[in-house]
């Protein structure tokens, strides 16, 4: 009995438990419905259907997989995956093109289980027909379909659901190619791409009202549809823009670069257009670009083109530092997009700024044609000479703060001016053409420099700071191991404490004493010339004689202007002529200094001389007449101890420290040299 129903079966045993399988989920999902035979029945014509993936040929595969790489990697990878899918196709060795790009597309950058973007759907499809309706109806309808078996659809069922999909099919054919505007999209859609590159179409021209890309008036299109055309059409103008700039004749060299960067983003922008043109022009087994996947490839270049049209339109009539300043501040920005895209911007930028940069940190030259460099050269300067090397220090280079990159701040451009200085300063006055800054220049540690826009760094340019510094340091360095050694700063320093401010003692007591006569004249009835021969007898007797010649030669008597009234202690000061390199070290005021604290010495002298005749007189007189001893012992108390305070006075006056000598001098390279920090 089990061998007569066993082989008196028709169905295979897997569609038997199929079957069973199919009739447990329709009784566990619709326990109570009176039409389970009919869902069973519809369940079992939809597992024996073909259905195909929504991608139904190798073009669809292809155009999903470009956009896919257009929203994750940009256009250069989608025209990348073009190429290669064009010589796949042009290849005969391979089959099964379409199911292998299918799974590419399916696992794509294994983020697991991936849906189909709802851009990769075809459109909604129009109302269906009255008998498209009865059609659908008796195929969806479970009321209207007739009862079959529980275990196989009937012929009629099958020829009914063959039927319903042609027809199904017509409607998919029919929702194709028809449209729902008069002008045929493969028209507009040409005039699109002609509008994104700045050019005017058939149907699309450029409003100079409104400055954008509108649909003419004339063409009947629906108000979505203008809509539509008119947003990618906006792509023009900001082409425009960016192209008006890029392709203009520029002056500097930083807005050639920018301009330059500019052009490399727009043969981008071309190779896109390049690639969407060709999908417009498809062979027979293509796949068409509409308007809407157009909308899908033009969404980053939209925003590229955005962020560029308004760095143009703000960078407009600006140079140099400026330039880079304005671009700098586009890069505090949290889209990782517009980040890489300006941090490209600078990079190119930074290109000649950088050349400028190493040839005055490593030269001394300053090769800045159109004043874009933060460093300019004042053109009122005397020319150097060894008399004016403190105005050639202070006035021949200036900061231009205008011009001063935001990135870089005050006191490391303030480093980047001095290096320059000191080498124009040694080549000038010291004498030195040697190139002592070349084993840094070789090294070239501003070529290595690179931008760097990550979240939590303290700079942009973290080697830039430590390139200066380095330069700054050696430098200075070399000057300073020039002064003291080749121009014996030293000597000059301790001959302007010993003379200037008379800390030679026994000069300055034998120079006092030979000038006590002269000074006690009005200051009218000074004669320098006596004044000189007094001094040069006291350098002769004393041992200031042992001095160098260059420190005597140096050593003068300066008389002041004179006022009714005053003597020769008012007007007289000694000077020490500074000339050549060491002048630079004493500003106007720092001689101005000296030869008020030489005259305040001289004059402290003159009293303490006084005070100590007058204790010799009043001892002589004390002696003569006998006073009372108490009266005696408090004058004398009284006096010696104001003698005793002036003295005091005058050793700290001509014991001043070396720092003194500089509290106000010139060169800011003394704060690195060990003796001086």
Known sequence: MAM?????????????????????LVLKTCPNSPNVERLYNYSLRLLSSNLLPSLEDEHSVQDALQRAMVQRHGVKYAARVSDLCRQVHGQNVVNNRWQILYLLYTLRESQGELAVTQSLLPAPAPAPTPAERRVLATLLDPNSAQPCSATSPSVAQVSQAKATQRQITALKQRQATETDFSVGEEELLADVLLACQGLQGKYILYNPRHEAFTVSSEVGVTTPVRQLVEKLASLG?????????????????????????????????????????????????????????????????????????????????????????KLYAFSHHGDEMVLSLVSSLIKRLLVPFFEVLHHWMYDGLLHDVHSEFFVAHNPDAQQPSQENAFDYWSNSFYLKRSMLPSFISPSLANMIITIGKTINFVRVFCDDSTDFMQPLARLDPLGSLSWHQDEGTSSELPGLAEAVQEAYAFSAQYLLRILFEKQQLRSHLFAARKYLLLGQGDFVIHLMDLLRDELEQPADQLLVHNITGVLDGALRETNAQYETPDVLQRLQVHVSLNF???????????????????????????????????????????ILNKCHSFIHVFIVVTSIYDLHQNTLAAHFLTINSLALLLFCLFLFVASFPLTWLFSSCSFSVFAVFPPFS
């Not at 007569?4 to 447990?24: D, E």
């Open 4 to 24: 007569a129903s066993t082989g008196g079966s028709s169905q295979p045993p897997s569609r038997l438990r199929v079957g069973a399988l199919v009739r447990k």
């Open 237 to 325: 103008w900001l082409f425009n823009e960016v192209r008006a700039y890029a392709e203009a004749n520029h002056e500097f060299r930083l807005n050639q670069a920018f301009a330059s960067a500019l052009r490399d983003e727009l043969a981008e922008y071309y190779r896109l257009m390049s690639l969407l043109q060709s999908q417009t022009q498809p062979d027979a087994d293509s796949y068409k670009l509409t308007l809407r996947r157009l909308i899908v490839w033009t969404l980053e270049p939209l925003q590229r083109l955005k962020m560029l049209a308004m760095m143009v339109d703000t960078c407009k009539g600006l140079r140099g530092g400026r330039l880079l300043s």
């Open 564 to 606: 009714a009234g005053e003597k020769g202690w008012d007007v007289f000061t000694l000077d020490y002529a500074m000339s050549g390199p060491i002048s630079a070290l004493f500003s106007p005021s720092m001689k101005t200094a000296y030869r008020n604290s030489t005259r305040f010495t001289t004059e402290l002298h003159m």
